[in-house]
């Protein structure tokens, strides 16, 4: 598959869908407390979703039974959802979503991992270096540079908290298809494979571990968890490339905090 150079009126399409997956996590995070089941956050994200006029790009993707990933403590990505996983005080969850807008067929993908009640001092140190990779990466995003730059930061910032990251996945391409041109290594030297061009679209997606690197995938073939089962996390955002730089396309209250309510509010 060739890399898409999108133009500038599908770039405003991207756009257009990214904002409305930010509006599903906003709504969706006053949900998620004690108590809750995965599959009822599941149901409510695909209500979200409907009603931006999208449909969940998840759910029958290659089988996937839910509208969204969602991924508890040591499950690190493609977490299904269950009416008895039962979110309990102190969890971390990782809330993968997608959606493909009704009117233009252009799509978004974005994760966020959430804090369920009181969490430990560890899970949160966990959630501030994935952030910490995402947009300390985003700061070096142009065109020009290599997809594995992004790896390199990643695997700096990993280093600095002692963490380690999945080397089996990583990022990719995004537009009217989930899963585009370039694959975006999680970890590695930069300085390398596809460069960068103003107009593309990129899903980045940091993914960390608390512990070693090692991952297992469970007999559903989807759950992928930590081998030594201590936490996980996953960020992520759809982002497009522009004339010097990139923007955030899935932006939601906690992408404005982030970036200190300036550029996107």
């Not at 089996?168 to 694959?183: A, L, Q, V």
């Not at 559903?220 to 955030?248: A, F, P, Q, R």
């Amino acid at each position: 598959m060739a890399i898409k150079i999108k133009t500038d009126a599908e770039i405003l399409m991207l756009k257009k869908v990214g904002l409305k997956l930010g509006r599903v996590f906003d709504k969706l995070k006053g949900h998620i407390v004690p108590g809750v089941s995965t599959k009822y956050l599941d149901c409510l994200a695909k209500k979200y979703i409907l009603e931006e006029n999208c449909k969940p790009s998840f759910l029958g993707y290659e089988g996937f039974p839910g509208s969204i990933c969602a991924s508890v403590n040591d499950t690190l990505i493609h977490g299904i959802p269950s009416e008895d996983i039962i979110l309990a005080d102190g969890d971390i969850i990782s809330i993968d979503m997608g959606n493909i807008d009704n009117e233009t067929g252009f799509q978004g993908d974005a994760c966020r991992t959430f804090t369920v009640g009181n969490v430990s001092s560890e899970a949160k140190r966990l959630i501030e270096c994935t952030e910490r990779c995402f947009y300390e990466a985003m700061k070096i995003i142009k065109p020009g540079i290599h997809v594995t730059d992004i790896s390199e930061v990643f695997t700096k910032i990993a280093k600095e908290y002692n963490y380690s990251l999945v080397e089996e996945f990583g990022g990719h391409g995004i537009g009217r298809e989930m899963h585009e041109d370039p694959m975006i290594p999680n970890c590695g030297k930069g300085n390398h494979g596809p460069i960068l061009r103003k107009n593309m679209a990129i899903a980045v997606e940091p993914m960390v571990l608390q512990g070693k690197r090692y991952i297992t995938c469970s007999d559903d073939g989807w759950t992928i968890k930590s081998c030594d089962h201590k936490l996980t996390c996953h960020y992520e955002n759809t982002l497009v490339i522009t004339e010097n730089g990139c923007e955030i396309t899935t932006v939601d209250s906690s992408v404005i905090s982030y970036l200190g309510g300036n550029k996107y509010e």
